[in-house]
């Protein structure tokens, strides 16, 4: 995935002009959230799902015509392996019950290295679960 490489070139600009900087998950959401204007015309972002343990949550992005949902993480000194772990499968729960839910991607965007086992994160969080596919993409790819 060329996400990091897209972002340190946004950072490359002619003559020192301001461009966006990304220093926390919602600086990813913006930038990601134009890629996927490039590639899909229904991109919905903020989607509410259902109420669950009594509070409903957010989807980052919906891809409303595939029925792809969409979370974006960017991990912080307070935010590594064990936690991105437990937030995505807290979200997993929540998601299911998403009438267009069939595909989540959990987008993880790691640029100071934060995460000390990447692969194996990938590997425990990829799965199928009651027809649902659950897919782990994390930047940059070391």
Known sequence: ????????QLGKRYSSRTTL?????????????ALLKLHFT???????TP???????RIDFLLNEDSILIEVKKTRP????????DQVAV???RYKSHQKCKVVYFFIY?????????????????RTIDG???????APAI
């Open 1 to 8: 995935m060329g996400f990091h490489r897209f972002i340190v």
């Open 21 to 33: 900087t990304i220093e926390d998950e919602y600086d990813v959401q913006d930038a990601l959230h």
């Open 42 to 48: 229904d991109v919905r972002a903020e989607e509410y």
């Open 51 to 57: 109420s669950y343990a009594g509070g409903a949550s």
């Open 78 to 85: 307070s935010l590594k392996d064990k936690q991105v772990g």
């Open 91 to 93: 979200d997993m729960v």
């Open 110 to 126: 790691d640029p100071e290295h934060f995460l000390t086992n990447p692969d194996g994160l990938i590997k425990d969080l990829s």
């Open 132 to 138: 649902i596919e659950y897919h782990t993409m994390i």
